[in-house]
């Protein structure tokens, strides 16, 4: 990275700035949004900080070191989106909701990313403060302490799981993205009705769901929080 700098005598020269940790992920962070183009490597980082690809390296042994810090940020930003107070036994429901919407949001925000963070454990201190909330929030509604950390990891699962899909088809290119939807609109919106009635009289629907991951995700969360508040209603009625 360079700066301009002037000698005594007023003369311009160009000194090299100090390449922090900060300042390159700041910049990968940048080079994984839309705007930057949702590529990482260390070339382009390296041109995206003005210095050599190199100078990354002091910093970051490889691309997986860099790629779990930068799990980290999105946990962080993840758990300032979302933060709130721990909710009252009845209304666990309205937070796990906005916890795993925030979580999704964070990172479809940076989908290339995403496709790079969804499936990683960082065991980082924001990570660890979040899976301890999450349980903690699970057993006070109501869950004993083993079932409230399955709910847990089955929450966190659903939501990067869909986060990856949906990430994985935001970096396809327009004209891919463009078939798909064509196939929904078009190709199972034409198919007889006497070979294929329930796509016949579903698709209409489908092809709706096609264009909304936003809310084919608030449909499935739905439905799994719906067996939650089952399990959570059978452990009140067992303990009386």
Known sequence: MVEQGRTAAGTKVKRRAVLTREAI??????LCSPEGG??????????????DPTAVYRHFRDK????????????????????????????WRDWLT?????????????????VLCATRTTASPAETRSVEEII??????GLPVIEAAECYRM????????????????????EAQAKDDAA???????????????????????????????????????TFLDGVALKIERARNANG
């Not at 992920?25 to 940048?30: C, D, F, G, S, T």
């Not at 758990?79 to 909710?87: E, N, S, T």
């Open 98 to 114: 906005a916890t795993a919407h925030a979580i999704r949001a964070v990172h479809l925000a940076r989908p290339a990313l995403a």
């Open 25 to 30: 992920l700041e910049a990968a962070m940048r």
């Open 184 to 222: 929904w609109a078009v190709k199972y919106g034409l198919l007889p009705a006497d070979r294929f009635p329930m796509l016949h009289r579903s698709s209409p629907r489908l092809t709706e769901l096609f264009r909304s991951d936003e809310e084919v995700f608030r449909l499935v969360l739905e």
């Open 64 to 91: 997986d070191e860099l790629v779990l810090a930068l799990t980290d940020l999105l946990i962080e930003e993840s758990l300032a989106r979302a933060a709130r107070p721990a909710p009252d036994h009845d209304h």
């Open 136 to 141: 903690g929030v699970l057993h006070h509604a």
């Open 155 to 174: 929450l966190l699962d659903l939501t990067l799981a869909f986060v990856q899909s949906s990430a994985a088809f935001l970096t396809l290119a327009p």
């Open 38 to 51: 949702g590529v990482l490597t260390f070339s382009r980082l390296g041109k995206e900080l003005g210095a």
